[in-house]
């Protein structure tokens, strides 16, 4: 059976974001789609935008229920790493949810490895590794001489990436390797400036349909900034 997904975008606490693009995605309240479709987030879905804990709730629930996966990004991991390091002073429910957070994984290999999700960047010799490098590369990207680094101008696998974390005005595809696409067009911020072009741009939240590689865009909703 064919494998068929929507991976979105940082979404930052814009929960109301979220639900009117997955509507418009064909999901139902419950995160089931007619059609066999799969939700897949890139992480960094904390923090920033006015439902942050909402959020991270609404997506736990459908990844703990298999209707969605999620890998980790660096606002999560920050996140479970402050609640892990002060265990008394936090609730048990802030420690389970750390603990949530810091199991999920870091790459995802989908549709037979023709398809990866990370959340910062993939690098050609780190695809399907498990290690504190690859851990370190997909979760936070790379920098040089403290400029980030243009993952998907090196990048030679042979997965299709998709990956959030830097902001873009529009997604940004590469054909370099097996194919890349950027997704993180600033949902939490009014004033959004792109990375790359230096553009600035009113943010929104993207998806990107596998295998159709499409991409569905949805205004950010006031009540979520
Ligand atoms: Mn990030």
Redesign the pocket.
């Known amino acids: 059976m064919a494998e068929l997904y929507d991976v979105i975008g ?1 979404v930052h606490g814009c929960l109301h974001t979220l639900k009117a693009l997955i509507k418009k995605l064909g999901y139902k309240k419950n995160g089931r789609h007619p059609d066999g479709r799969k939700l897949v987030f890139v ?2 879905v904390i923090n920033r935008g006015n439902h942050s804990t909402e959020t991270l709730s609404f997506i736990r629930d459908l990844v703990e229920k298999d209707r969605a996966l999620m890998v980790r ?3 999560e991991t920050d996140w479970a790493k402050r609640v892990h390091s002060r265990k008394k002073k936090v609730s048990k429910e802030a420690v389970r949810i750390a603990d949530w957070l810091h199991d999920l994984p870091y790459q995802i290999l989908l549709d037979d490895r023709r398809l990866m999700v990370v ?2 960047a993939a690098h050609t010799d780190l695809v399907g590794v498990m290690s504190n490098k690859a851990e370190r590369w997909s979760v936070r990207g790379g920098r040089i001489r403290g400029k980030a680094w243009d993952w998907q101008d090196s990048y030679r696998g042979e997965p299709f990436v998709v990956a ?2 830097t902001p873009v005005a529009k997604p940004r595809f590469s054909k370099k390797g097996g194919g890349s696409v950027i997704i ?1 067009t600033s949902a939490s911020r009014r004033k959004a400036k792109d990375r790359f072009t230096g553009k600035k741009f009113a943010g929104y939240l993207t998806a990107f349909r596998w295998p159709e590689q499409e991409i569905v865009k949805q205004k950010t909703l006031a009540k979520d900034l």
Do not use: E, R, T, Y
């Open positions: 940082d992480g960094d990004g660096n606002h959340h910062a959030g974390h993180d």
